[in-house]
């Protein structure tokens, strides 16, 4: 079987390590789309150090672009919240999703890389920390209670209800996970098939300008709806 060409797989290969995959616990450690995640990781944690290595009451570079994410993200989401308190608690994850998606994303874009996120594993596996966290916030808001929410406004409609909510909640899990893959996975195919059938230069820069946005919106509506859920699973209408 034919592999595509990625430079993170190439290096491995030189150095005798499972790079394609396999049925291993280290090929599966291994799996391409899992080295250009930990790569993506990787520039978040070197970024951060970056920006906190030498802070100075005047920030440049690294240090005032990532004060000014932070500082942007966490008034965006206390719009959302409309509690500094709230924000504080879902921020760490929001922030992390949003730069690692990011970056993620970004990474598809670059010859002989790969988009981490085109791989369903990652997807459902941010996705899995998403919902895991709102529930387990509307359990810490709300207490038992919480679990009335699923049972509607009126106990006699609680056995329609129930089943509609599980749908609805598992239909999240779809929305976050499946849009960001196939949107992703898309842009990778598209780009692929241009560059074998016209060439590396001129005829893929319009779907490389167009996969950018795609690239910054969905990161953006992945971190939306993250806060959505989370906002909504804290709000005292539970």
């Known amino acids: 079987m034919e592999h595509p060409l990625l430079f993170l797989s190439l290096l491995l290969d030189a ?3 499972p790079a394609h995959g396999g049925d291993t616990v280290l090929a599966k450690i291994l799996a391409p789309h899992m080295q250009y995640s930990y790569l993506a990781m990787l520039i978040c944690i070197v970024l951060a150090k970056m920006a906190t290595s030498r802070m100075e009451m005047i920030p440049r570079g690294v240090q005032n672009l990532m004060e000014a994410y932070v500082g942007g993200l966490e008034d965006f989401i206390t719009e959302q919240t409309h509690d500094r308190e709230k924000t504080r608690i879902i921020f ?3 922030a992390t999703f949003a730069l690692y998606i990011l970056i993620a994303n970004y990474l598809g874009l670059i010859p002989g ?4 996120t085109a791989n369903l594993n990652i997807t459902l ?3 899995a920390i998403s919902i895991f966290t709102y529930h387990a916030l509307g359990i810490r808001f709300h207490g038992i209670k919480y679990i009335k929410h699923f049972m509607g406004p009126v106990p006699a409609m609680a056995p329609v209800m129930f089943p ?3 749908f609805s909640h598992i239909g999240r899990i779809i ?3 499946i849009r960001l893959f196939g949107n992703m996975v898309s842009k990778e195919i598209l780009l692929g098939l241009l560059l074998m059938i016209a060439g590396p230069y001129l005829a893929p820069l319009p779907i490389m300008f167009l996969g950018v946005l795609v690239c910054l919106i969905q990161a953006f509506i992945f971190m939306m709806l993250s806060v ?3 906002v909504d699973a804290m709000s005292s209408g539970h």
């Open 113 to 116: 890389f790969m988009s981490p």
């Open 92 to 94: 760490p994850m929001i």
């Open 228 to 230: 959505v859920y989370s």
């Open 125 to 127: 596996g941010c996705t």
């Open 175 to 177: 929305s976050l996970s």
């Open 15 to 17: 150095l005798g390590l």
């Open 164 to 166: 509609i909510e599980i």
